[in-house]
């Protein structure tokens, strides 16, 4: 079975930092790129970055572009997602995504002003 587990989210104020980590069991996690996904409340789930299989390519989307960095390390079925100067809009349940396929439960970010 494969499960992926998000974890690392929180309350912070703005300009402050997090670090989300998903790791993944029941799959070969070296074999497959993971992706990091928000919904914030009344909004539609939107991507925020991606790794592939190697961790050597990396996409980040725009808002997020300068503050956020994904990584991984396979030794540990894990990937992170970095965040810095974080905004009371980046206030979301962020999900772990692997092989556009399987996702986590979510870990809610809140960011006060």
């Known amino acids: 079975e494969v499960q992926l587990v998000e974890s690392g989210g929180g309350l912070v104020q703005a300009g402050g930092s997090l670090r989300l980590s998903c790791t993944v069991s029941?799959?070969?996690?070296?074999?497959?790129?993971i992706g990091w996904f928000r919904q914030a409340p009344g909004k539609e789930r939107e991507g925020v970055s991606c790794?592939?299989?190697?961790?050597?390519?990396?996409h980040v989307a725009d808002s997020v572009k300068g503050r956020f960095t994904i990584s991984r390390d396979n030794a540990k079925n894990t990937v992170y997602l970095q965040m810095n100067s974080l905004k009371p809009e980046d206030t979301a349940v962020y999900y772990c995504?692997?092989?556009?396929?399987?996702w986590g439960q979510g870990t809610q970010v809140t960011v006060s002003s």
């Open positions: 995504n692997a092989a556009g396929t399987h």
């Open positions: 029941g799959f070969s996690f070296d074999d497959y790129a």
């Open positions: 790794i592939g299989s190697r961790g050597a390519s990396t």
